[in-house]
Protein backbone atom coordinates (compact mmCIF):
# COMPACT_ATOMS: atom_id res chain seq x y z
CA UNK A 1 0.00 0.00 0.00
CA UNK A 2 1.19 3.49 -0.96
CA UNK A 3 1.19 6.09 1.47
CA UNK A 4 1.79 9.85 1.24
CA UNK A 5 4.54 9.23 3.84
CA UNK A 6 6.46 7.37 1.76
CA UNK A 7 6.97 9.87 -0.42
CA UNK A 8 10.13 11.63 1.42
CA UNK A 9 11.96 8.13 1.08
CA UNK A 10 12.18 8.72 -2.16
CA UNK A 11 14.07 11.60 -2.21
CA UNK A 12 17.72 11.82 -4.25
CA UNK A 13 19.78 12.51 -0.83
CA UNK A 14 23.66 12.29 -2.04
CA UNK A 15 26.59 13.10 0.75
CA UNK A 16 28.76 15.02 -1.03
CA UNK A 17 32.53 16.36 0.67
CA UNK A 18 35.77 17.33 0.06
CA UNK A 19 38.94 19.56 0.61
CA UNK A 20 41.18 21.40 -1.11
CA UNK A 21 44.41 21.31 -0.64
CA UNK A 22 48.07 23.05 -2.42
CA UNK A 23 51.32 21.13 -2.77
CA UNK A 24 54.27 20.82 -4.33
CA UNK A 25 55.21 24.96 -4.33
CA UNK A 26 58.13 26.06 -6.95
CA UNK A 27 59.49 29.12 -7.33
CA UNK A 28 56.88 29.67 -10.76
CA UNK A 29 53.89 26.85 -9.51
CA UNK A 30 51.96 24.71 -7.22
CA UNK A 31 49.71 21.83 -7.39
CA UNK A 32 45.74 22.48 -6.01
CA UNK A 33 44.55 18.70 -5.32
CA UNK A 34 40.57 19.39 -4.96
CA UNK A 35 38.78 15.83 -3.81
CA UNK A 36 35.42 15.16 -3.67
CA UNK A 37 33.47 12.26 -2.27
CA UNK A 38 29.50 11.81 -3.91
CA UNK A 39 27.62 9.09 -2.25
CA UNK A 40 24.04 8.23 -2.25
CA UNK A 41 22.49 8.27 1.29
CA UNK A 42 19.28 7.65 0.58
CA UNK A 43 17.21 5.29 -0.23
CA UNK A 44 16.70 5.56 -4.08
CA UNK A 45 18.96 5.07 -6.08
CA UNK A 46 20.71 8.15 -8.22
CA UNK A 47 21.35 8.36 -12.07
CA UNK A 48 24.15 11.19 -12.61
CA UNK A 49 24.56 12.75 -16.21
CA UNK A 50 28.32 13.89 -16.76
CA UNK A 51 29.73 16.33 -14.02
CA UNK A 52 32.03 19.01 -14.73
CA UNK A 53 34.82 20.69 -12.88
CA UNK A 54 34.76 24.45 -13.39
CA UNK A 55 37.28 26.65 -12.06
CA UNK A 56 37.15 30.52 -11.37
CA UNK A 57 40.02 32.88 -10.54
CA UNK A 58 39.21 36.50 -8.58
CA UNK A 59 40.93 39.00 -6.78
CA UNK A 60 41.09 38.83 -2.95
CA UNK A 61 37.68 41.00 -1.84
CA UNK A 62 38.09 44.53 -0.43
CA UNK A 63 37.30 44.54 3.72
CA UNK A 64 34.92 47.22 4.26
CA UNK A 65 34.37 46.72 7.90
CA UNK A 66 35.62 44.30 10.81
CA UNK A 67 33.74 41.23 9.48
CA UNK A 68 32.07 40.74 6.18
CA UNK A 69 30.38 37.12 4.78
CA UNK A 70 31.91 36.10 1.58
CA UNK A 71 29.75 34.90 -0.54
CA UNK A 72 30.62 32.04 -3.19
CA UNK A 73 27.82 33.38 -5.61
CA UNK A 74 29.63 36.60 -6.21
CA UNK A 75 33.38 35.10 -6.87
CA UNK A 76 31.30 32.78 -9.58
CA UNK A 77 29.43 35.85 -11.63
CA UNK A 78 31.61 35.92 -14.07
CA UNK A 79 32.45 32.52 -16.81
CA UNK A 80 34.92 30.06 -15.33
CA UNK A 81 38.94 30.29 -15.95
CA UNK A 82 38.14 26.41 -17.41
CA UNK A 83 35.67 24.21 -17.74
CA UNK A 84 36.42 19.97 -17.54
CA UNK A 85 33.98 17.25 -18.37
CA UNK A 86 34.24 14.40 -16.41
CA UNK A 87 33.83 10.63 -16.94
CA UNK A 88 32.14 8.10 -15.54
CA UNK A 89 35.66 6.88 -15.07
CA UNK A 90 36.23 9.14 -12.41
CA UNK A 91 32.36 9.31 -10.98
CA UNK A 92 29.64 6.76 -11.77
CA UNK A 93 26.39 7.50 -13.97
CA UNK A 94 24.50 5.61 -11.25
CA UNK A 95 24.65 5.16 -7.33
CA UNK A 96 22.62 2.63 -5.56
CA UNK A 97 21.51 3.17 -1.79
CA UNK A 98 25.07 3.12 0.17
CA UNK A 99 27.73 3.75 -2.59
CA UNK A 100 30.09 6.51 -3.17
CA UNK A 101 33.11 7.20 -5.40
CA UNK A 102 36.00 9.89 -4.20
CA UNK A 103 38.17 11.54 -7.08
CA UNK A 104 40.74 13.88 -6.55
CA UNK A 105 41.35 16.35 -9.50
CA UNK A 106 44.51 17.76 -9.68
CA UNK A 107 45.30 21.43 -11.71
CA UNK A 108 48.92 23.10 -11.69
CA UNK A 109 48.13 27.02 -10.82
CA UNK A 110 50.68 29.48 -11.05
CA UNK A 111 51.71 31.06 -8.09
CA UNK A 112 49.88 34.60 -7.75
CA UNK A 113 49.58 35.82 -3.99
CA UNK A 114 46.21 37.36 -2.97
CA UNK A 115 43.96 36.02 -6.18
CA UNK A 116 41.26 33.58 -5.25
CA UNK A 117 40.64 30.35 -6.97
CA UNK A 118 37.26 28.68 -6.72
CA UNK A 119 36.28 25.12 -7.56
CA UNK A 120 33.53 23.55 -8.32
CA UNK A 121 31.61 20.25 -9.11
CA UNK A 122 28.15 20.23 -10.87
CA UNK A 123 26.49 16.73 -10.63
CA UNK A 124 23.35 16.77 -12.91
CA UNK A 125 21.01 14.21 -12.90
CA UNK A 126 20.25 11.84 -15.84
CA UNK A 127 16.63 14.11 -15.84
CA UNK A 128 17.30 17.10 -17.76
CA UNK A 129 14.52 18.68 -15.76
CA UNK A 130 15.58 17.20 -12.06
CA UNK A 131 17.74 19.67 -9.78
CA UNK A 132 21.34 19.56 -9.98
CA UNK A 133 23.81 18.57 -7.08
CA UNK A 134 26.94 21.02 -6.52
CA UNK A 135 29.87 21.43 -4.46
CA UNK A 136 32.48 23.87 -3.88
CA UNK A 137 36.26 25.00 -2.26
CA UNK A 138 38.09 27.91 -2.65
CA UNK A 139 41.18 28.85 -1.11
CA UNK A 140 44.44 31.85 -1.94
CA UNK A 141 46.50 30.56 -4.52
CA UNK A 142 48.81 28.55 -3.99
CA UNK A 143 47.97 29.05 -0.37
CA UNK A 144 49.21 32.69 -0.56
CA UNK A 145 47.25 35.45 0.73
CA UNK A 146 48.23 39.25 -0.44
CA UNK A 147 50.60 40.66 2.40
CA UNK A 148 51.80 44.40 1.84
CA UNK A 149 55.61 43.15 1.01
CA UNK A 150 53.94 41.40 -2.11
CA UNK A 151 51.40 43.74 -2.93
CA UNK A 152 53.96 46.23 -4.12
CA UNK A 153 55.10 44.33 -6.74
CA UNK A 154 53.71 43.01 -10.03
CA UNK A 155 51.74 39.88 -9.93
CA UNK A 156 51.69 37.33 -12.85
CA UNK A 157 48.84 35.89 -14.10
CA UNK A 158 47.46 32.96 -13.03
CA UNK A 159 46.31 30.51 -16.38
CA UNK A 160 45.36 26.94 -15.31
CA UNK A 161 46.05 23.57 -16.81
CA UNK A 162 43.65 20.45 -16.38
CA UNK A 163 46.32 17.21 -15.36
CA UNK A 164 44.52 14.14 -14.36
CA UNK A 165 42.56 13.13 -11.81
CA UNK A 166 43.37 10.69 -9.48
CA UNK A 167 41.41 8.10 -6.89
CA UNK A 168 42.94 8.87 -3.11
CA UNK A 169 41.43 11.13 -0.94
CA UNK A 170 43.98 13.70 0.42
CA UNK A 171 44.13 15.35 4.10
CA UNK A 172 42.24 18.46 4.09
CA UNK A 173 43.88 21.86 3.83
CA UNK A 174 40.84 24.06 5.05
CA UNK A 175 39.05 20.89 6.96
CA UNK A 176 39.41 17.26 7.68
CA UNK A 177 36.84 15.63 5.80
CA UNK A 178 34.97 12.19 6.84
CA UNK A 179 31.98 10.29 5.42
CA UNK A 180 30.35 10.38 8.60
CA UNK A 181 30.72 14.37 9.29
CA UNK A 182 28.13 16.43 7.14
CA UNK A 183 29.02 19.67 8.69
CA UNK A 184 32.21 20.90 6.65
CA UNK A 185 30.95 21.21 3.39
CA UNK A 186 28.04 22.38 1.36
CA UNK A 187 25.74 20.71 -0.81
CA UNK A 188 23.33 23.25 -3.11
CA UNK A 189 20.30 21.90 -5.69
CA UNK A 190 20.46 24.41 -8.44
CA UNK A 191 16.76 25.30 -9.47
CA UNK A 192 15.79 23.59 -5.70
CA UNK A 193 16.15 24.19 -1.92
CA UNK A 194 19.51 24.10 -0.28
CA UNK A 195 20.66 21.14 1.04
CA UNK A 196 23.38 21.10 4.01
Same mark, same amino acid.
Given at each position: ?????? *? =? !??? %???????????????????????? *??? +???? +???????? #????????????????????? #????? $??? #?? @??? +?? $???? @????? =????????????? *???? =?? &???????? @?????????????????? !?????? $??? *??? %? +?? #??????????????? &?????????????????????? =????
Amino acid at each position: MYRETD *V =P !AQE %KRPSIQSELKWTANSKESCLAEYT *VTF +KNVG +KTSIDLGS #PTLKVWVTDQPKLNGQAEYLD #PHALI $TNS #PQ @FEQ +KL $TNEE @FANHY =PPDVGDTVTMTTI *VKRN =PG &RILMFAVD @FPQRDPGAAHFLDYRWGY !ACDEPL $TES *VSK %K +KR #PLAPQHWDTPGTRLS &RGFHQSIVLRNASAFMIEEIGG =PARI
